[in-house]
């Protein structure tokens, strides 16, 4: 489910003539025993909204005065979200001949054409106030406050994201939460300006247009909207012919593969800072620490603590924080079992707030490996959102790999790789022929883009970098447990030995003590200079090293002091 929550106006959008007939009522509860939540936001003051209508009590919370008051039906609770007006603007204006003049506990309200001695009253005082207009009604607030800010009050009491929200109204006060809301919707009575800024305009007006948005909500999510809200995609990249390649934020399962070192957290790290900038919420399982640096997220882990489930779920409760989970200190052999017991609970925590909307699985061939038995019963098939990223992602688990609805291939062979998801998928879709003869691949901030279903012919895309750069974690590398494929394996030049180094530290206390033939024969086919560079993804220190293998003149005990001490400047120092 996408929209957890309906937020409507009042009068003009349920009401008609300050009534909200039987049939929306019916309709407001239907929308309750659905599951979902229902804000109210108005203008009126609390006892008068009581008053007319009481059945405010249908709704788990009412955003009333504007924005300025929050008020809980079921246990009659008010939390003032501004300050009272001063007594001394009240009198001026009553001085002044304002008529009708209403004052709330924070609202000081009056009707068209009184807004003229409003304002000259606030500039005489040299107040902080704003002028709202509600059609010919004039709401004077402290500056700030609106119906967005308090619906944003509302959603975080309630633990929800605007991103799951479905806002109907009619007025220009309205524009303040429907601009924050996932999908909004103007009934067909609303004002000119209203309509045009909303994703919907219902062809019904006043409750009758709330009706009509219901029956879609409770028909299908929404889904049949879905062309309105491309306001919310994330782009990808632009196409070959310079137009743009986006990706929609909700239902969108990626498998972003590739060869290592080929750009696949580069794509990631794009996608991912768009989703936040969105104010989408992430949730990256990490096993190498590469999102540490990043100061968006909550990082919870290292590589001597284990992240416990409990303190994700706590960080995940604010719906404004996203969060990178460092696998680190769990043994490799350990994740996928760490993995199988962490997502039902976030799969729990989607199915009551819809959060986190996307979940990003890098090395998921470690977590959820192909030969995983359990992952099909840990894999829901409504997933959400998502991407994994592998360099193997036949070697992923079936499970995951059948939900996949987009595949992203970077690298040399493109197609091979789009095959190798299609293969480990076991849904045998048929290869679009772009895709079958695409050998040339593609270039640096290149991919290959296949939308399913089969009948999308697949894209070339080029990136759009992120802003952010992916800063590789030094004591990852220095210190934690990089996985087999990843270490470095001393085998000597007659394959006698197979010494692994699954971190940098390991690696230079096994290069201090093997013999010089073992030494030379990795350097002069520049092992360390590509493991550098594939498996750590350090150019800059490959490099270095890569100039010290290619100079033949140097005796073993030379080259090894220099590269020891290249990779103890670099990383040492972080462990």
């Known amino acids: 489910?996408?929209?957890?929550?309906?937020?409507?106006?009042?009068?003009?959008?349920?009401?008609?003539d300050g009534q909200v007939t039987a049939s929306t009522l019916q309709a407001l509860k239907r929308v309750k025993a659905s599951g979902r939540k229902l804000v109210l936001a108005t203008g009126r003051e609390l006892p008068e909204l009581l008053r007319v209508f009481p059945e405010t009590s249908l709704f788990d919370l009412a955003v009333v005065e504007n924005g300025a008051l929050l008020y809980n039906p079921a246990t009659g609770e008010k939390r003032l979200l501004a300050e009272a007006p001063p007594a001394a603007f009240v009198e001026k204006l009553r001085r002044r001949g304002v008529k009708p003049l209403s004052v709330g506990e924070c609202i000081v309200a009056s009707w068209h054409?009184?807004?003229?001695?409003?304002?000259?009253?606030?500039?005489?005082m040299g107040l902080?106030?704003?002028?709202?207009?509600n059609k010919d009604a004039v709401m004077i607030l402290p500056s700030g406050i609106n119906k967005g800010t308090g619906v944003k009050v509302a959603l975080d009491e309630l633990g929800l994201s605007t991103h799951n929200t479905v806002g109907v109204g009619d007025a220009e006060n309205d524009h303040a939460f429907l601009g924050i809301c996932e999908c909004s919707v103007a009934v067909g009575n609303a004002l000119p300006a209203l309509k045009e800024?909303?994703?919907?305009v219902t062809g019904h007006t006043h409750?009758?247009?709330?009706?009509?948005?219901?029956?879609?909500?409770?028909?299908?999510?929404?889904?049949?909207?879905?062309?309105?809200?491309?306001?919310?995609?994330?782009?990808?990249?632009?196409?070959?012919?310079?137009g743009e390649f986006c990706l929609g934020p909700y239902g969108t399962r990626v498998a972003v593969a590739g060869p290592s070192g080929g750009g696949k957290s580069t794509v990631v790290t794009a996608i991912v800072e768009r989703l936040i900038q969105k104010q989408y919420q992430?949730?990256?399982?990490?096993?190498?620490g590469d999102y540490d640096d990043v100061s968006q997220f909550v990082t919870l882990g290292a590589s001597d603590r284990i992240p416990g489930v409990s303190e994700i779920l706590e960080v995940l409760k604010n719906a404004g924080s996203s969060i990178s989970v460092n696998l680190l200190g769990v043994p490799v052999s350990d994740r996928p079992g760490y993995f199988v017991g962490l997502l039902p609970r976030l799969q729990e925590l989607r199915a009551r707030t819809g959060r986190p909307h996307w979940i990003v699985i890098d090395e998921a061939h470690h977590l959820l490996p192909s030969e995983l038995d359990s992952a099909s019963l840990s894999i829901p098939s409504s997933l959400g959102s998502f991407a994994l990223i592998s360099v193997h992602p036949k070697s992923v688990s079936k499970a995951l790999l059948d939900t996949v609805n987009c595949v992203i291939a970077i690298g040399p062979q493109p197609g091979e790789i789009i095959a190798e998801v299609n293969e480990g998928s076991g849904k045998a879709w048929a290869m679009p022929e772009p895709i079958r003869e695409s050998g040339k691949g593609v270039g640096s901030g290149e991919m290959m883009v296949w939308q399913l279903p089969e009948s999308n012919p697949p894209e070339k895309v080029t990136l759009e970098p992120a802003k952010i750069e992916l800063r590789r974690h030094k004591r990852k590398y220095a210190a934690g447990e990089l996985g087999e494929d990843k270490s470095?394996?001393?085998?000597?030049?007659?394959?006698?030995?197979?010494?692994?180094a699954h971190n940098l530290n390991l690696f230079a206390q096994i290069a201090e003590g093997v013999d010089d033939d073992t030494?030379?024969?990795?350097?002069?086919?520049?092992?360390?200079?590509?493991w550098l560079r594939e498996a750590v993804k350090d150019d800059t220190v490959a490099d270095e090293i890569a100039a010290v293998e290619g100079n033949a003149n140097l005796p073993p005990a030379e080259s090894r002091e220099r590269i020891l001490e290249t990779i103890r400047k670099r990383y040492t120092s972080a462990a």
């Open 519 to 530: 030494w030379s024969y990795h350097l002069k086919k520049h092992d360390y200079s590509v």
């Open 197 to 200: 800024r909303a994703d919907v």
């Open 128 to 133: 902080e106030l704003q002028v709202v207009f």
């Open 282 to 288: 992430v949730c990256i399982i990490d096993p190498e």
């Open 207 to 242: 409750g009758a247009g709330v009706e009509e948005i219901i029956e879609q909500l409770l028909a299908d999510d929404l889904r049949s909207l879905q062309p309105r809200l491309r306001r919310h995609d994330i782009l990808l990249g632009h196409k070959e012919n310079g």
């Open 1 to 16: 489910m996408r929209y957890f929550c309906l937020i409507s106006d009042y009068d003009g959008t349920l009401a008609h």
């Open 488 to 500: 470095f394996y001393f085998r000597g030049p007659e394959g006698k030995l197979n010494i692994r």
């Open 113 to 124: 054409p009184h807004e003229t001695e409003v304002l000259e009253v606030i500039r005489s």
